[in-house]
């Protein structure tokens, strides 16, 4: 019965992942459908082929599923974000040349922006440019165009940005026979993305009609000799290579804006540097680069600069998160039972309105979701086999506090912030491949930005003198104390509610 109950609750689960998932699929087809046509081939192609990221087979392994697929969390975060992440960190911009001045906008219409646009920005519900906008905007729309890399972390506005940027330099009345009316090109580094940044592209163009996209993406398959009547692609490298050099549909020379987008995801993905490197070199000398990152490590600042010519620069700093409003607790066991008994006692003794639950396996995951759901709780889980969009489902359903508990492995939660959850627990404690402490992702689990600064509760489940070791090497790491909680005491256990 038990048995039962949690199979029903897993076949719900998974029924309202797909239907939502099936709704976005449908939500595309509608929008693409007014837009253009060529977008709506693409879409149905995305109705068809879902999205094979990240955990996308079946059959696929637990190292694999362990992959830092940044390509599948970036789509997740724009699946599941709602809202600008608002940064109180200053930006800070290096301009090309210093002794020009600088502008920066707290309004839209500073920008003196075409009509439409405008009215496409306020139907969106912007009211005033985001902090990044704020001076990428009036760089990216000066005149003659300016080169931009740009990074500011997944949220901050840079899709709406260089979308607002290039519809503005679009000319609609040109509408060659050929592929030379295209005015922008737009490289996302997988399918996925592309019709992300497309969806942005058609609510921002709402009310230019005139301007049409067009994807260059595998499965949108154009007759030879096609003559692109579309101002804007969007699209992936190899395509939008193979539409310019192989099948000639676009002609890079008629290019004004190249717009780079997820350039740390683009180079995590084998063979798109190159790719996008080819596609730059046939582009025009004054075509404007624009090339987007959500961080900046070396290989991205190095590609960035074989991409950019004389860049303007802008980055913004991430926000910091911090355990200072943390109280973190350890509690030792023996076995995977015992830690499932111990955490029955954290919920017998307080009251955890919303919790997330980190293990190190898909097996322990499922194994423990199904231990809580037959003790009666709400439990949604998220699992590596989930496509990108059920995951995204799964955490809707959790943020609207439709299931309590959130059972997850390291790999399908990263770089997600649940706000609302107030406690955390580690099952299993991360570490890296090598089994050494993995100090960043704890502080992500369970650090807060300023922004989120209420108090939380972290509780690590250790099991062996390893994990022990592991513990104190955190502890050591961020030089905060851990304190021991016996959980056989309740009354202990309520004393850290308070
Ligand atoms: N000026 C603004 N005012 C209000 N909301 C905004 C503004 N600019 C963008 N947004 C909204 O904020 C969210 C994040 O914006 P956007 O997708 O442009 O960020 P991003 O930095 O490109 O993120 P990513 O790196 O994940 O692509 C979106 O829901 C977008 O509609």
Redesign the pocket.
């Known amino acids: 019965m038990a048995t039962d109950s949690w199979a029903q609750a897993v076949d719900e689960q998974e029924a309202a992942a797909e239907s939502i998932g099936s709704l976005q699929i449908k939500d595309k087809l509608e929008e693409n459908g007014t837009a253009s046509t060529a977008t709506t081939t693409a879409a149905a192609a995305s109705a068809s082929t879902p999205a094979k990221m990240e955990g996308g087979e079946g059959n696929k392994t637990e190292e694999e599923d362990d992959k830092d697929d940044k390509a599948a969390q970036?789509l997740l975060?724009?699946l599941i974000?709602?809202?600008?992440?608002n940064t109180t960190n200053q930006v800070e911009v290096l301009q090309r040349d210093p002794n020009s001045p600088l502008y920066s906008v707290k309004s839209f219409e500073e920008l003196r922006l075409k009509p439409q646009l405008l009215q496409g920005?306020y139907a969106?519900?912007?009211?005033?440019?985001?902090k990044?906008?704020e001076n990428a905007l009036p760089l990216m729309l000066a005149e003659p165009p300016q080169n931009l890399i740009a990074q500011?972390?997944?949220?901050?506005?840079?899709?709406?940005?260089f979308?607002l940027a290039m519809l503005s330099h679009v000319d609609p009345n040109n509408k060659f026979p050929q592929v030379n009316c295209m005015a922008c090109l737009c490289v996302s580094p997988t399918y996925e993305l592309a019709l992300?940044?497309g969806k942005?592209i058609e609510q921002m163009g709402k009310y230019y009609s005139e301007v049409k996209l067009v994807y260059a993406i595998r499965g949108n398959k154009l007759q030879r000799g096609t003559q692109l009547q579309e101002q804007v692609v969007i699209g992936t490298p190899g395509t939008m290579l193979d539409w310019c050099l192989k099948f000639k549909f676009i002609d890079p020379k008629k290019i004004k804006v190249f717009v780079l987008?997820?350039a740390d995801v683009m180079i995590a993905t084998q063979g798109h540097q190159d790719q996008s490197i080819r596609i730059q070199r046939m582009l025009p000398k004054q075509c404007q680069m624009l090339l987007?990152s959500?961080t900046f490590e070396e290989t991205v600042w190095n590609f960035a600069q074989r991409i950019v010519p004389d860049p303007n620069i802008i980055k913004l700093k991430r926000e910091e998160e911090t355990l200072d409003t943390i109280k973190q607790y350890y509690v030792l066991c023996n076995s995977k039972e015992e830690k499932f008994m111990a955490l029955c006692n954290i919920y017998g003794a307080i009251t955890i309105a919303q919790a997330m639950i980190f293990c190190h396996t898909r097996k322990t995951a499922g194994w423990l979701a199904g231990e809580l759901s037959r003790e009666g709780h709400q439990v949604a889980l998220l699992s590596g086999e989930m496509q990108v969009e059920q995951r995204a489902a799964v955490i809707d359903r959790f943020r609207e506090g439709k299931e309590k508990v959130l059972v997850t492995t390291n790999v399908c939660a990263r770089g997600i912030d649940v706000e609302q959850v107030s406690v955390v627990i580690n099952f299993d404690l991360p570490v890296d491949r090598d089994g050494n402490p993995d100090n960043e992702t704890y502080l992500h689990r369970i650090g807060r930005t300023g922004r989120f600064g209420k108090r939380g509760l972290a509780i690590n489940m250790v099991d062996s003198k390893f994990s022990m070791n592991v513990l104190n090497k955190i502890q050591d790491h961020f030089n905060k104390n851990i304190e021991k909680l016996d959980t056989d005491d309740l009354d202990e256990i309520e004393k850290i509610a308070s």
């Open positions: 970036s975060n724009k974000r709602s809202n600008l992440v920005v969106m519900g912007f009211n005033r440019p985001s990044i906008q500011s972390q997944s949220g901050t506005g840079k899709t709406a940005a979308v992300q940044t942005v987008d997820e987007f959500a």
